[in-house]
């Protein structure tokens, strides 16, 4: 009997230590549930993440040899020209243009004037849902096929579209939201950057909100879970000289900013029969600003590393009426490349057009002494001058301003400049 009630006694102390074991196991589970609004939610025992900080003045850029061939692509209800026109192996990269803020007090993001641009997209009858984004998605998907980047361009000029990035960037809230905007659309969309295109401040504020902005949009970059992955670019359209670049501190943009794009193009005057985008001065001509004193400016004067420099090239020109001589006076318009090729280079000399050819600034122009008609752009051989510039000074590359200005439909090479410029700059 005593031995059963020994054994007994063992299993129920047995008994009462699972008991007891279970419930403090109970307990620890409990605890770490917690219930909110009537759902259970498991405690995540890792410390919340916290989002990087960096120091505004950090170089966050490191420089490469790498050529760049950068293109401007914009929407035109003028010149039809889309993703599947492109000669994407003569690029690196694309900026599709433009996006801007709705108005200098509201950062949300607009592309501006809907009327011209639903008359562009008449033109692209693949785009199933005709709008900006959805041509860019189009764009992007056979850019990134082809190993070319593709960027967002933000509008600026000296307009309105400047006058209203002014307000936004002088505005800490609404600096913060309009780069919380762009994040989100390169994050969501594929872009690889951002191109600024704000291209001529006016002031010594315009000049520091630009600056705090291209601070902003770096940092935003790298706290980006998903863009921090990513090499995101950050590139500027500039002014050639110090009339107005004399606003921007180019020493801390160039911590922040991977390449600037001085604009070396209509050099030429309103008043007067002169030559385009001269690569070097010609005093015989009366040239004295030109791409070698732009490139100047941005070196010595203000510091900029030469890998850190892309050359602006145009593709389009200037119509002069009443020409009588280079430097008499004379009015002009500016025409596309490709206006300029189907009315007049393509029938030359027979139409009555000798080409000129300036061996100092390495610039062309067409003359035609009977109309009294002059034009000046820059054709394959003013663009294979540039591109042993660009080998023989270390320079980063060339902007094109822009691709669908240089397309000729129908010609055995529709991107002829493009070509020149792949071969010149990409080719070994």
């Not at 390169?186 to 520091?208: I, M, R």
């Not at 050819?357 to 610039?363: A, L, N, T």
């Amino acid at each position: 009997m005593d031995n059963l009630i020994k054994k007994y006694k063992m299993k129920k102390n047995t008994v009462l230590f699972g008991a007891v074991l279970t419930g403090i196991i109970f307990c620890i589970i409990a605890q770490s549930c917690s219930k909110t609004d009537g759902a259970t939610h498991i405690k995540d025992s890792k410390p919340p993440k916290e989002t990087k900080t960096f120091s505004r003045d950090s170089n966050f850029i490191t420089l490469n040899n790498n050529i760049v061939v950068e293109g401007y692509l914009s929407l035109s209800k003028w010149y039809a020209y889309s993703y599947n026109d492109i000669n994407y192996k003569n690029l690196t990269h694309i900026v599709y243009a433009f996006l801007r803020p709705t108005s200098a007090t509201d950062a949300t993001l607009t592309t501006g004037d809907t009327a011209y641009e639903r008359a562009a997209y008449s033109l692209y009858p693949d785009l199933v849902h005709k709008t900006f984004l959805d041509y860019g998605d189009q764009l992007i998907a056979r850019a990134h096929a082809n190993n070319v980047k593709v960027l967002i361009g933000i509008a600026g000029g000296n307009g309105k579209s400047a006058r209203d990035l002014a307000g936004v960037f002088s505005n800490d809230s609404l600096r913060a939201d309009f780069v919380s905007n762009l994040v989100n659309l390169c994050a969501a969309h594929g872009y690889d950057g951002v191109d600024l295109d704000y291209e001529y401040p006016t002031s010594a504020s315009d000049g520091a909100g630009v600056l705090n902005f291209a601070q902003d949009l770096r940092i935003a970059f790298l706290q980006s879970d998903t863009l921090s992955k990513k090499d995101m670019l950050i590139t500027m359209a500039c002014p050639v000289g110090n009339w107005s670049g004399e606003y921007y501190d180019y020493t801390k943009l160039a911590k922040c900013v991977n390449w600037f794009s001085p604009m070396t193009y209509s050099f030429s005057s309103a008043s007067a029969a002169t030559l385009n985008a001269p690569l070097n001065n010609n005093p015989v001509l009366n040239i004295n600003t030109s791409v070698a004193t732009s490139v100047d400016y941005f070196k010595n004067t203000r510091g900029i590393d030469p890998r850190q420099i892309v050359i602006g090239v145009p593709f389009f020109g200037w119509v002069y009426n009443g020409y009588t001589a280079l430097n008499a006076p004379a009015t002009r318009i500016d025409k596309a490349y490709k206006d300029l090729y189907n009315t007049y280079i393509q029938g030359a000399p027979g139409n009555g057009f000798v080409s000129q050819w300036d061996d100092v600034s390495k610039q062309t122009y067409l003359v035609n002494t009977t109309t009294g008609i002059m034009l000046t752009y820059d054709n394959e051989a003013a663009l294979s001058a540039k591109c042993s510039y660009i080998k023989t000074n270390g320079l980063k590359g060339a902007m094109i301003w822009e691709l669908s200005r240089g397309f000729i439909a129908g010609a055995t090479d529709p991107n002829p400049l493009l070509t020149t410029l792949g071969n010149g700059l990409l080719k070994e």
